[in-house]
């Protein structure tokens, strides 16, 4: 039965050694061989040599670190004296441990991968786009990139990431600022400097759970030491203006801790993400339990439990891997820019074949010439942009977690600047005529190669 | 340079003749599965059987990875208690399963895809979203 081929076997293990490094070995071996994190396509920092991640924006998280450290530090300063003199000597010891449980969270969800998923190879990418194209339905419009499947007997559409150049999984989401696909995608929160979803949505749960415990538990001390400093009819400005610092920061941060603290235990208990929340994609004309989401099981305590104690899954971007040799090569992968750095490195290494496929379908189509106008056949690099004209645009994914906010009356104080920026970043990265708009010019040498095709130019975009 | 008929020349010579891409099974919500579908492009080199074996028996493995059951419970209740810091000494269950994962699959590339041609790669290193089996091209190799 199986055919008889005249080849002979190879070691797998040889082969995940590229070919071109048996040349270049002596080469490599001055080199240092890179770290998977060097090169990361997405907008991220990262620190300890890979094993601390962070959002490039670390958003208001020196803020938030700041107040909580300065309010517990007044708190065992000049609080905690009073207290344990008058009261008992456990009140520093709860809001020690408190204080520890909650910075701990806090670090682990800033510092932890929120379960981004690696952007698609070149490969996977070009296989995609022929499954894609041979699935029938070309009319005059390009096909609209998503694409339907039942999950638990309901319908679901995925849809495609045109950065990542894959379908999203179910409950998965693009996030503009950090210019990753995110697993179970919950929000970015600017507070905690990093987005939230699969892998760290626990730990941000116990952080604002903890937190709320933290804030009220000060806030009663508080409100006890000014009490008792009444009754007791001592100088009240003297020793208590820190007090009443303490009483401020503390009555602003609870109604909107422990409004979020409420808003995230439901979603919980109901396997639910803000973002889907926030659009509404289950939302139930029936009853509460029985709500249209596939992936509820129904039950509050079961729900809980697999959101939160459930196994914990690993990173998918094997940040302290080291590269292959053969794509140790890009140049501006680290640095600043604004344009996404993953085009040129995957430009400088796509299979030439899928992309001159891909190039010549485009030219060759008749969707293409119905859709522009005559001068246009120029522009054949930027066919593939035309699909992500005509597909719907992404969700607003970075807003999601501010406008949550206001739609539930939380906190009103933390939203308005953050939204513009995020917006406007979400067109800067999602829109791939930003990516066009500059020459790359290992994109011009595929061009080189169609050699039907007519003077092709780059025609910057505005 | 001396010609040499070692494993590299082979390397060299064994051209990549496609890719075939096995994706996610989603009909089960989130969990890691994958489709079981026998793929045309590998209908002349492998056993049908022996290939969706292969799946079913990864998908078994990952759905013991993400199995709900008492040990994940106490294992996440206890990382809860202690602030999440016993992750930093302990391996998770998951990552004990996806080592064995990881040896499964090179097991089997060892003993059935690479006679055959063909290379499996561990889906973890593709973001668990695609099993992908590479087919080598069907080259006598002169000696």
Redesign the interface.
């Known amino acids: 039965?199986?055919?008889n081929?005249?080849?002979?076997?190879?070691?797998?293990?040889?082969?995940a050694?590229s070919?071109s490094s048996?040349q270049n070995h002596t080469e490599k071996k001055a080199r240092r061989p890179r770290r998977k994190w060097e090169a990361f396509p997405g907008k991220n920092r990262f620190f300890c040599n890979g094993r601390i991640i962070l959002a490039r924006q670390s958003g208001v998280l020196p803020l938030t670190l700041g107040l909580i450290v300065v309010t517990c530090g007044l708190f065992f300063a000049f609080d905690c004296p009073f207290l344990v003199d008058h009261l008992t000597v456990f009140i520093p010891v709860i809001g020690g441990v408190l204080f520890?449980?909650v910075v701990?969270?806090l670090l682990?969800t800033s510092f932890t991968d929120p379960g981004i998923?690696?952007r698609?190879?070149p490969?996977?990418a070009a296989?995609i786009e022929k499954q894609i194209d041979t699935s029938g339905s070309s009319t005059y419009r390009p096909p609209p990139r998503t694409k339907e499947?039942?999950?638990?007997q309901q319908v679901?559409k995925?849809k495609y990431c045109f950065t990542c150049k894959?379908f999203r999984?179910?409950?998965t989401s693009h996030c503009s600022l950090c210019d990753n696909c995110v697993?179970?995608f919950d929000h970015h929160c600017p507070w905690v400097g990093n987005c939230v979803g699969k892998r760290n949505y626990?730990?941000f749960y116990?952080f604002i759970i903890s937190l709320s415990f933290l804030t009220s538990f000060i806030f009663g001390c508080v409100i006890t030491h000014i009490t008792l400093l009444i009754i007791e009819m001592l100088s009240f400005l003297d020793s208590s203006s820190c007090t009443v610092v303490e009483l401020v920061i503390c009555f602003f941060s609870i109604w909107s801790i422990l409004g979020l603290s409420g808003f995230h235990t439901y979603l919980v208990a109901s396997n639910l993400t803000t973002n889907e929340d926030i659009k509404g994609s289950w939302s139930s004309k029936r009853g509460s339990d029985d709500s249209g989401n596939?992936?509820s099981y129904n039950s509050i305590i079961t729900n809980c439990?697999?959101t939160?104690?459930?196994?914990?899954?690993?990173s998918?971007?094997?940040r302290r891997g080291f590269l292959p040799p053969n794509e140790a090569v890009p140049a501006a992968s680290v640095s600043e820019i604004e344009l996404p750095p993953f085009v040129a490195k995957n430009d400088a290494h796509m299979c030439t074949q899928s992309t001159k496929d891909v190039l010549e379908r485009v030219v060759h189509s008749s969707d293409f010439h119905g859709l522009c106008p005559p001068s246009t056949p120029k522009t054949t690099p930027l066919g593939p942009e035309i699909f992500s004209i005509a597909a719907p645009s992404t969700e607003p994914s970075p807003s999601a977690g501010c406008t949550r906010q206001h739609a539930h009356q939380s906190a009103a104080t933390t939203c308005p600047l953050f939204t513009k920026s995020s917006k406007r970043d979400s067109l800067h990265s999602i829109n791939p005529a930003f990516r066009l708009a500059s020459p790359s010019p290992s994109l011009s040498r595929v061009t080189l190669i169609l050699g039907d095709a007519p003077d092709i130019g780059f025609i910057p975009l505005p | 340079m001396a010609e040499t008929h070692s494993l590299q020349d082979m390397r060299q010579q064994a051209a990549v003749a496609a890719k075939v891409f096995i994706q996610r099974d989603y009909t089960n919500g989130t969990v890691c599965q994958f489709q079981t579908k026998f793929p045309s492009d590998l209908e002349t080199r492998i056993d049908k059987q022996q290939f969706e074996e292969t799946v079913r028996t990864l998908n078994n493995l990952y759905a013991e990875a993400e199995k709900l059951g008492s040990q994940s419970y106490i294992e996440g209740c206890l990382a809860c208690l202690t602030a999440y810091t016993v992750f930093l000494c302990m391996e998770t269950h998951y990552e004990k399963v996806l080592k064995k994962i990881a040896k499964f699959v090179q097991e089997q590339n060892d003993k059935i895809y690479a006679p055959r041609g063909l290379l499996l790669t561990d889906p973890i290193e593709r973001g668990l979203r695609v099993i992908e089996v590479t087919i080598f091209e069907d080259r006598s190799l002169t000696r």
């Open positions: 039965m199986m055919k081929c005249e080849y002979q076997q190879i070691d797998p293990r040889a082969l050694v070919p048996a520890v449980f701990i969270s682990r998923l690696p698609a190879t490969d996977e296989d499947i039942l999950i638990n679901v995925l894959m999984p179910p409950r697993e179970r626990r730990f116990s596939p992936y439990c697999v939160l104690c459930g196994p914990m899954p690993p998918l971007i094997d």
